[in-house]
């Protein structure tokens, strides 16, 4: 889930972060809360509005923002047009990066997490893509261009309202 009182929202691609190791505190300084499985429903079983043939990866859709397994999103291989419909109506992606290892070098997940970057990058949504570990991003892949978040104490200030 995600507060639209965030300073990453509205901004496009740029505005997003890799938050490392994507504590509560990380995620909360930019209006994020991990999604929780409804009642009867396990996490993952969320839907893309408009999509079912990748609904396993999904672990929170509504309010434009998707929040969604990066390992199942890059191993169900989406085409093109279904990941530029999505980024249509979710302009916010949430990707938690359970695959830091398989997403450097040239294996096929590596390849395909460039091309899903690619995508977004151009569909001009904002991606906060959160890892437990620091992701080995090759230069070309355009996550390598935001901003790094490592450390509680790295939050920026600017924007956040509270009491």
Same mark, same amino acid.
């Given at each position: 889930?995600?507060?639209?009182?965030?300073?990453?929202?509205?901004?496009?691609?740029?505005?997003?972060?890799?938050?490392?190791?994507?504590?509560?505190?990380?995620?909360?300084?930019?209006?994020?809360?991990?999604?929780?499985?409804?009642?009867?429903?396990?996490?993952?079983?969320?839907?893309?509005?408009?999509?079912?043939?990748?609904?396993?990866?999904?672990?929170?859709?509504?309010?434009?923002?998707? #929040?969604?397994?990066?390992?199942?999103?890059?191993?169900q291989?989406?085409?093109?047009?279904?990941?530029?419909?999505?980024?249509?109506?979710?302009?916010? #992606?949430?990707?938690?990066?359970?695959?830091?290892?398989?997403?450097?070098?040239?294996?096929?997940l590596?390849?395909?997490?460039?091309?899903?970057?690619r995508?977004?990058?151009?569909?001009?949504?904002?991606?906060?893509?959160?890892?437990?570990?620091?992701?080995?991003?090759?230069?070309?892949?355009?996550?390598?261009?935001?901003a790094?978040?490592?450390?509680?104490?790295?939050?920026?200030?600017?924007?956040?309202h509270?009491?």
């Open positions: 889930m995600i507060s639209t009182e965030n300073p990453g929202w509205g901004q496009g691609f740029g505005g997003g972060r890799i938050i490392v190791p994507g504590t509560e505190r990380q995620l909360g300084a930019f209006g994020l809360f991990r999604p929780s499985p409804s009642p009867g429903q396990a996490t993952g079983e969320g839907q893309a509005r408009g999509q079912t043939s990748w609904q396993a990866a999904v672990k929170h859709a509504e309010g434009g923002v998707l #929040w969604i397994s990066l390992g199942q999103l890059l191993e291989n989406i085409p093109e047009p279904e990941l530029t419909g999505v980024a249509a109506t979710h302009e916010t #992606w949430v990707l938690d990066a359970d695959v830091p290892g398989k997403v450097s070098g040239s294996g096929p590596a390849k395909r997490f460039v091309e899903v970057a995508v977004l990058e151009q569909c001009d949504v904002t991606v906060f893509l959160v890892s437990a570990s620091p992701l080995p991003l090759d230069p070309a892949n355009p996550f390598s261009a935001l790094l978040v490592e450390s509680s104490e790295e939050l920026p200030v600017e924007g956040i509270g009491s």
